[in-house]
């Protein structure tokens, strides 16, 4: 069974700071994609990057990337230069082959300016 | 537009009278999903579709009906809504349903729905 853990259920960061945001998953298969979405007060779930479980490289998608450490099984998200519209909440999932997409409980972040 | 679409966005219902909450995409997706959204838990699977008349239960399948008679169309049917169906609901979709990059979700504006 899948399981996917956020344990950061609000965060405060500074404008312009770098913040991480955690999740660690949980599975028996060697094969998984690893995702993270926004999700602003307007209530949309907006993609933001994905890590592939044999992807050699850690993601990066501008101001976003994925801390990936395998062996840990964690995917942590960094968000670079924070801006007030990075005030949302975030959720990381997780998706074995042709099975369901598990997401974690999410993270509100809040940027201070 | 690529774009997945979502009718009604806000529902008001009461206990028992059964409902219909449509969904279609435009990108010719083959998987398609339901989640439900509520506070502290996340996003939970409702039921999924990997192509049409292929549908399989989700982790919180009970209460709730679906059917994929065309590739573009997923309606989630409840056919006696209790309270604690009161949520919000998001319809996706996806190229593949494998675990690569073409199984990024896109999702629906939701549907915020309260049965009294």
């Known amino acids: 069974a899948q399981k996917i853990t956020q344990t950061q259920p609000g965060m405060f960061v500074q404008e312009k700071e770098a913040v991480t945001l955690d999740c660690t998953y949980d599975t028996s298969d060697q094969s998984y994609g690893l995702f993270w979405y926004k999700q602003p007060s307007s209530g949309e779930m907006i993609f933001l990057i994905y890590q592939g479980s044999y992807d050699e490289q850690n993601a990066t998608e501008g101001r976003y990337s994925l801390n990936f450490q395998k062996a840990r099984k964690s995917a942590n998200l960094v968000i670079s230069a924070s801006q007030l519209g990075d005030s949302a909440m975030y959720f990381c999932a997780m998706r074995e082959p042709y099975n369901m997409l598990t997401f974690g409980g999410g993270t509100r972040l809040m940027v201070k300016p | 537009e690529a774009q997945v679409t979502q009718n009604p966005r806000y529902l008001i219902t009461v206990t028992g009278k059964k409902l219909t909450v449509t969904c279609s995409q435009n990108m010719n997706h083959e998987y398609m999903s339901w989640y439900r959204q509520d506070p502290g838990l996340g996003l939970r699977q409702i039921y999924y579709?990997?192509?049409?008349?292929?549908?399989d239960k989700g982790d919180v399948p009970e209460g709730y009906k679906v059917s994929r008679k065309e590739k573009r169309n997923f309606p989630l049917i409840l056919e006696s809504p209790s309270p604690n169906q009161t949520s919000l609901y998001f319809c996706?979709?996806?190229?593949?349903?494998?675990?690569?990059?073409?199984?990024?979700?896109?999702f629906g504006p939701g549907t915020r729905l309260t049965v009294l």
């Open positions: 996706a979709s996806s190229f593949s349903g494998g675990s690569g990059r073409a199984s990024e979700q896109f």
């Open positions: 579709s990997m192509n049409v008349e292929v549908t």
